[in-house]
């Protein structure tokens, strides 16, 4: 039942992120100033998160709650190192003048992958609210049920940034 | 209040938790709400019959805002040299008229049906998240009323509703009535998504034992194919809401020609929510009325399968015509030719349609009642409309078309006298099963009557205004220009403003009539089942009780209701009458389920939409604001989350055994 309604809520984000993909290319493409290893490693990073989160779904069906913990602390970890790494990234591109309303490739560039990022920082903070309410006891229902949620809706972040990174970094213009 | 003991039902309706019961707040931060029957008890509410007739009297409310910007056009143009508005406010009042009418009624009020009687018609208890759904109703209220404040606040948007951009950018438009367009309407957008999420969740899972897909009523099958659409096309919407905003708040340059961008962008995102929305509007309605007709010719609906995938198909096809909108934009011979064949291709779902409700009522015993007249009505209006929509489908003769009067008659015809008036024959219809009160057949006929004379009077001379090419926001006529003889614009002009108020007054009828009804000592109430129905929602109570079902039915026909109480003899076809609706309701509810969980009450909903504006205003006026918002949005959802979404067990008494819980389960998955 949640498996549906989450397909279907990610369908209707999957068609919304399809429609940024076509406005990337639409602009001028000052593609000189990607640093694709730079990027390539944040990448990795954001999907080393995923084996973790995978491993913290896998506790928590075990109801092993300490590994549980522990997983879910490093996988957002690595998913805020990664939305470090963008920071890092936008203020670096915009030294190197490519600002937000600079043209139509630096709206859209800025638009999708902030909007990827915020997505990221959303499931950062349900990891840490997870963690805190797992701590406290205070999470309803069934936890191990909880946990494979937002491991979903973290791997389809992740899948979203495979899809932004190929399309915006690898594939010259 | 989440446990029902038997067998004492009136508790249910009455409110307060079994005696010695305590709600818990060790799990919450605010006490959980306690059922009370006073205001508090719509706030906190999460029940969906009552979420429905919120959602009814909201819509209603913005229908009534919106039927008074409309009158103001027409009264501007009733004479020439117009004078009751100037361009700028006639520029705001036909944007928001048509924002009012799309997103603040039409499509509301099909939530409000959809929410009261898809649970009663699938045989469920509530919908399958009844947090998120009071979460919508919430969105939607406060982001009407955000919208609408931009009357008071500088002026509402003017740019049209489909607000072509760049001529929505703050050069050609300076105020700040599209700012609260942008995010009024992604306010009003979550209330939309999360509706349909919620609808297709309980449809898909929430189905009465022996319901199968193809036993479900017609209504329930349009709204689940409606949710579909909505869920994928709000999405569109919102990226273009979004690039909007941020053009307009923070400079970006979406659609700044200057820089490179392509203008015909906006006007590709609009179209492709744009037209499946048209399909949100008119869908519902196709249920209603394909629910009404076969209870008045006490018929079977003629073909079901074929109505309900002729439904679907409408919902596939519709995603491809989108750009039938723009064939005067340029876009070249092929688009421009595919889009055309698509779009009469989705001119035959709905000619099926139409073939299947005649072929009902072909034959049968018709019994002329107010919700079946508007049901007709729908049948022939729509008609009229569908054919002038054909006419658009053929590229060259839209391209004379476009823009002119000729479209607004079109789209009013389907509108009003497709959706419109399947909504009023479903409040006839349905409201001895909401209110158990009849609406006053006289007063419905004249309701009706001028209605349908008034929209007509309206609407038709519309077609003769725009074929002789009075542009489609023309907000003043002289006499001079006016031409001269029967096609003169000043003489149609005059009557289609005379018909408007014809109509103002029609609906005003209706408000008369619920008044009437309600406060009359003469009305009586109404019997159980007024109509000799035919599906599983007239199997409850006149109104249904909190828990809908006493006991939940197994379903194991099309019109289950039906055949409760008739038995067809195979050799002559003969229907007899086997048992009243007292008689079923009395076998169904003999042996009543002995535990029943309902969802209980909760502040989260409406706190978490009260603070979306908050973050809209910000977004206006004072970035501080925005961020104050968005710690309430933060905190709410924290508390949402901490909240189980039924009070627990221990609070209770313990579940029955070999119950397990079972039904806690059901209804309560974090919703």
């Known amino acids: 039942m949640f498996l549906g309604s989450e397909c279907l809520l990610f369908g209707g984000l999957i068609s919304t992120y399809m429609l940024y993909k076509g406005r990337v290319n639409a602009g001028p493409q000052p593609d000189q100033i990607f640093d694709i290893p730079f990027t390539s490693v944040s990448s990795f990073i954001l999907l080393m998160s995923s084996l973790t989160m995978v491993l913290a779904v896998s506790a928590a069906q075990r109801k092993d709650e300490r590994n549980m913990n522990l997983w879910l602390v490093v996988t957002a970890l690595l998913g805020a190192t990664f939305v470090g790494g963008q920071v890092y990234e936008f203020t670096s591109f915009y030294r190197e003048g490519l600002g937000f309303t600079t043209s139509l490739f630096g ?22 609210a997870l963690v805190g309410m797992n701590r406290n006891k205070r999470i309803p229902g069934d936890r191990a049920e909880v946990v494979e949620l937002i491991g979903l809706y973290w791997h389809f972040v992740d899948i979203v940034w495979i899809i932004i990174f190929t399309l915006v970094y690898l594939i010259p213009s | ?100 009418m799309v997103f603040l009624f039409v499509m509301p009020m099909a939530a409000a049906f959809a929410n009261y009687f898809v649970p009663l018609q699938i045989g469920a208890r509530d919908v399958a998240f009844p947090r998120i759904n009071a979460f919508g109703f919430w969105c939607f209220l406060f982001g009407g009323l955000f919208l609408n404040s931009s009357w008071f606040l500088g002026g509402g948007a003017d740019g049209g509703w489909f607000m072509y951009a760049p001529n929505s950018s703050t050069l050609f438009s300076p105020s700040h009535g599209i700012d609260f367009w942008t995010l009024g309407l992604q306010i009003t957008g979550i209330a939309s ?66 820089s490179g961008a392509d203008p015909l962008l906006w006007q590709h995102l609009f179209w492709i929510f744009g037209h499946p929305e048209v399909y949100i509007m008119i869908l519902p309605s196709f249920g209603i009325i394909s629910e009404v007709i076969p209870v008045f010719s006490k018929k079977p609906l003629f073909g079901y399968p074929i109505v309900a995938m002729s439904g679907a198909a409408i919902g596939f096809v519709g995603w491809g015509v989108w750009a039938h909108h723009m064939f005067a934009s340029g876009l070249g011979p092929v688009s421009v030719t595919v889009f055309s064949m698509a779009t009469m291709a989705i001119a035959v779902p709905t000619g099926v349609k139409i073939v299947n409700w005649v072929m009902t009522m072909w034959g049968g015993k018709l019994s002329f009642t107010v919700p079946m007249m508007f049901a007709i009505a729908l049948v022939v209006q729509f008609t009229i409309g569908g054919l002038s929509g054909v006419t658009h489908a053929v590229a060259p003769s839209d391209t004379q078309q476009t823009d002119t009067y ?50 007509n009077l309206t609407f038709g001379p519309m077609h003769i205004l725009g074929l002789q090419g009075q542009p489609r926001r023309m907000m003043v006529w002289t006499e001079a220009r006016a031409g001269e003889g029967f096609f003169n614009f000043g003489f149609w002009n005059r009557v289609a403003s005379i018909g408007s108020f014809i109509l103002g007054i029609g609906v005003l009828l209706f408000l008369v009539n619920i008044i009437y009804t309600h406060k009359s000592k003469k009305v009586a109430i109404s019997p159980l089942d007024p109509w000799d129905a035919r599906t599983l929602e007239w199997m409850t109570h006149n109104p249904p009780q909190e828990h809908n079902f006493d006991t939940i039915p197994t379903v194991g026909h099309l019109d289950e209701f039906f055949h409760r109480k008739y038995e067809t003899d195979s050799s002559t076809h003969a229907v007899t009458q086997v048992q009243s609706a007292e008689e079923v309701m009395a076998e169904l509810n003999a042996h009543p389920d002995e535990h029943i969980h309902m969802p209980s009450r909760s502040y989260w909903p409406i706190l978490l939409a009260l603070s979306l504006p908050v973050i809209g205003y910000g977004l206006i006026y004072n970035r501080m604001l925005m961020a104050v918002g968005a710690a309430m949005v933060l905190l709410t959802m924290f508390g949402w989350s901490m909240e189980p979404s039924t009070s627990p067990d221990e609070d209770f008494d313990p579940p029955a055994p070999g119950e397990g819980g079972g039904h806690t389960k059901e209804l309560s998955p974090l919703g």
């Open chain 1, 107 to 128: 709206s859209s560039f800025y638009t999708l992958t902030g909007f990827h990022g915020v997505h990221v920082s959303v499931g950062i903070i349900m990891l840490m």
């Open chain 2, 1 to 100: 209040m989440t446990i029902i003991e038997r067998p004492s039902t009136e508790v249910a309706i009455a409110g307060g938790a079994p005696s010695g019961v305590k709600p818990s707040e060790a799990l919450g931060v605010f006490k959980r709400p306690a059922a009370s029957t006073s205001w508090r008890d719509w706030v906190v509410t999460v029940d969906h019959k009552k979420l429905g007739i919120m959602y009814g009297v909201t819509a209603f409310f913005f229908f009534i805002v919106g039927g008074v910007e409309a009158l103001l056009i027409r009264l501007q143009l009733i004479a020439p040299d117009g004078k009751v508005l100037n361009a700028d406010q006639y520029n705001q009042m036909f944007t928001m008229h048509a924002t009012t």
């Open chain 2, 193 to 258: 998504l999360t509706g349909a999420i919620n609808l297709i969740v309980t449809v898909l899972n929430m189905r009465a034992p022996g319901m199968k897909m193809m036993r479900m009523p017609i209504f329930t099958w349009m709204v689940l194919v409606t949710q579909f659409l909505l869920l994928f096309a709000i999405p569109v919407i919102t990226v273009a809401l979004f690039l909007l905003t941020f053009q307009r708040s923070f400079d970006a340059t979406f659609f700044d020609v200057a």
């Open chain 2, 406 to 455: 000729y479209i607004v008659a079109h789209f009013h015809y389907v509108l009003f006298g497709g959706a419109v008036f399947g909504l009023f024959s479903g409040f006839y219809y349905w409201w001895p099963k909401m209110f158990r009160r009849q609406l006053n057949n006289a007063i419905g006929k004249w309701n009706f009557w001028l209605m349908v004379i008034g929209m």
